[in-house]
T-cell receptor, first 114, second 116 residues
Framework: KQEVTQIPAALSVPEGENLVLNCSFTDSAIYNLQWFRQDPGKGLTSLLLIQSSQREQTSGRLNASLDKSSGRSTLYIAASQPGDSATYLCAGPMPTGGGNKLTFGTGTQLKVEL | GAGVSQSPSNKVTEKGKDVELRCDPISGHTALYWYRQSLGQGLEFLIYFQGNSAPDKSGLPSDRFSAERTGGSVSTLTIQRTQQEDSAVYLC??????????????FGAGSRLTVL
C-alpha cells in the first residue's frame, strides 16, 4: 500500500520568500509523482509530473524533484506571490492498478502574505 | 467541452436518500476517475473507467456506491441510502488514453455533498 505524507500541513510566508514543500512516500517502486494545486472551492490543477527516470521538473517559478531511493519529493517555489496561496498536494500511483489511480497526501496549505 | 464539468456543485440531502452526481469529461478523454475528498482524510480513489473496459471499482467504500459511464462519455456516481459519513466533495477527473498527457489528470470543480 502506498502512503503519502506531506509536511508541513500549513505554512505562512511573506511575499518574495523562496519555500520548499515536502512529500514522502513509502513505495519506492513509484513510476511517477505529481504535484497539484487546489484553490478553495475548486478542483485540482496539475502543476508538475516527474517520471521515475527524471530527477526534477521545472515550470516557471516551480521546481519539483524526485528521489526514489529516499522516498521523497520536494516542490520548490521561488519568489512566492500572494497568488500562490493555495493547498498543494502530491500524489503517487497506487501499487495495484494502472492509469491514474493515485494516492494523495493530505496537502500543505500555503498562505503568502503581502 | 473545455474542461471537466460536474453537477450539482452542491447537494444537501437527508440521511437515507439516494443521490446522483454527474461528470462530463473532456471530449476525447477515454479515462475517467472518481475521487472523494473528505475533511481530514484527503483524497481517496473510488472508481476508474478506461474506454470500454470493465471499470476498476476497487476504491468504492461500500455496496451503496455505484457508478456507470454511458457511451464512453458522461458518468454518474450513485450513492444509495446516504449516511452522514458520505458527506464529502466528490471529484471527477479525466485523461487521454495515450500520448504526453496520459498521466495528467484534469479535475472538475467537484460536487459537495452534505448528508443531514
Amino acid at each position: 500500500k502506498q502512503e503519502v505524507t506531506q509536511i508541513p500541513a500549513a505554512l505562512s510566508v511573506p511575499e518574495g520568500e523562496n519555500l520548499v514543500l515536502n512529500c514522502s512516500f513509502t513505495d519506492s517502486a513509484i513510476y511517477n509523482l505529481q504535484w497539484f494545486r487546489q484553490d478553495p472551492g475548486k478542483g485540482l490543477t496539475s502543476l508538475l509530473l516527474i517520471q521515475s527516470s527524471q530527477r526534477e521538473q521545472t515550470s516557471g517559478r516551480l521546481n519539483a524533484s524526485l528521489d526514489k531511493s529516499s522516498g521523497r519529493s520536494t516542490l520548490y517555489i521561488a519568489a512566492s506571490q500572494p497568488g500562490d496561496s493555495a493547498t498543494y498536494l502530491c500524489a503517487g500511483p497506487m501499487p495495484t492498478g494502472g492509469g491514474n489511480k493515485l494516492t494523495f497526501g493530505t496537502g500543505t496549505q500555503l498562505k503568502v502574505e503581502l | 467541452g473545455a474542461g471537466v464539468s460536474q453537477s450539482p456543485s452542491n447537494k444537501v440531502t437527508e440521511k437515507g436518500k439516494d443521490v446522483e452526481l454527474r461528470c462530463d469529461p473532456i471530449s476525447g478523454h477515454t479515462a475517467l476517475y472518481w475521487y472523494r475528498q473528505s475533511l481530514g482524510q484527503g483524497l481517496e480513489f473510488l472508481i476508474y473507467f478506461q474506454g470500454n473496459s470493465a471499470p476498476d471499482k476497487s476504491g468504492l467504500p461500500s455496496d451503496r456506491f455505484s457508478a456507470e459511464r454511458t457511451g464512453g462519455s458522461v458518468s454518474t456516481l450513485t450513492i444509495q441510502r446516504t449516511q452522514q459519513e458520505d458527506s464529502a466533495v466528490y471529484l471527477c477527473a479525466s485523461s487521454p488514453r495515450q500520448g504526453a498527457g496520459a498521466n495528467v489528470l484534469t479535475f472538475g470543480a467537484g460536487s459537495r455533498l452534505t448528508v443531514l
